[in-house]
């Protein structure tokens, strides 16, 4: 079947724009996770949702950031007034559920941002 | 906080050798997952390891858990060349869903 995607796969924007990601992950998961990968930070969580709550958000790193799920499925990733620091790959990934369940993640291929 | 110690971060190896990736976590841990990541791609689940003790081998690759030194490894044998790309581990502990992710360690098989 179809594995998670996301859309742009590569996004350029200037200095103070604002940005939006998406994300539609495997068909049926209720988890979702974002996650973002640097050079100097290395992969790091920014949020959860299982259905379309967030119950842990604690990886966002400004209030800048946001992110919105609606119908248990496709979530979107925003972010306000850019900064270079911003730059870096954006992962998705979904896995069928959570608490004690293995949480295998499935991951997307990406959103490269680049903020000039 | 957990935090994910993983070495060597770069493996430079030879076709046909030996080698162990080591993960070393701060503190309870009771789920350990093995990544994969080739260059410009995404990450590819290789293995997931639930309890103390557990060992999973895939082709040329055998991960192992160890909750009481709080260690994982990543064993390959025989490199081969297709071996060749960046290995994460990541860990979950208690209920918290995000994973916690090593550095890496970027692996190159050399003919």
């Known amino acids: 079947g179809a594995g998670v995607s996301q859309s742009p796969s590569n996004k350029v924007t200037e200095k103070g724009k604002d940005v939006e990601l998406r994300c539609d992950p495997i068909s049926g998961h209720t988890a979702l996770y974002w996650y973002r990968q640097s050079l100097g930070q290395g992969l790091e969580f920014l949020i959860y949702?299982?259905?379309?709550?967030?119950?842990?958000k604690s990886g966002l790193p400004s209030d800048r950031f946001s992110a919105e799920r609606t119908g248990g499925s496709v979530s979107t990733l925003t972010i306000q007034r850019t900064q270079q620091e911003d730059s870096a790959v954006y992962l998705c990934a979904s896995s069928p559920s959570t608490g004690f369940s293995y949480n295998e993640q499935f991951f997307g291929p990406g959103t490269r941002l680049t903020v000039l | 906080e957990l935090k994910v110690e993983q070495n060597p971060l770069f493996l430079s190896m030879q076709e046909g050798k030996n080698y162990t990736i080591y993960c070393n976590y701060s503190?309870?841990?009771?789920?350990l997952y093995w990544y994969r990541q080739d260059p410009g791609k995404s990450l590819e689940s290789l293995f997931v390891l639930l309890s103390n003790g557990a060992v999973k081998q895939e082709g040329r690759l055998m991960a192992s858990l160890d909750t009481k030194a709080r260690l994982s490894t990543l064993h390959i044998t025989a490199a081969v060349h297709d071996l060749s790309a960046t290995y994460f581990c990541a860990f979950r502990t208690g209920t918290a869903s995000k994973l916690t992710f090593g550095t890496g360690t970027r692996l190159q098989v050399t003919l």
């Open positions: 503190t309870t841990s009771d789920r």
């Open positions: 949702f299982q259905g379309n709550s967030a119950p842990d």
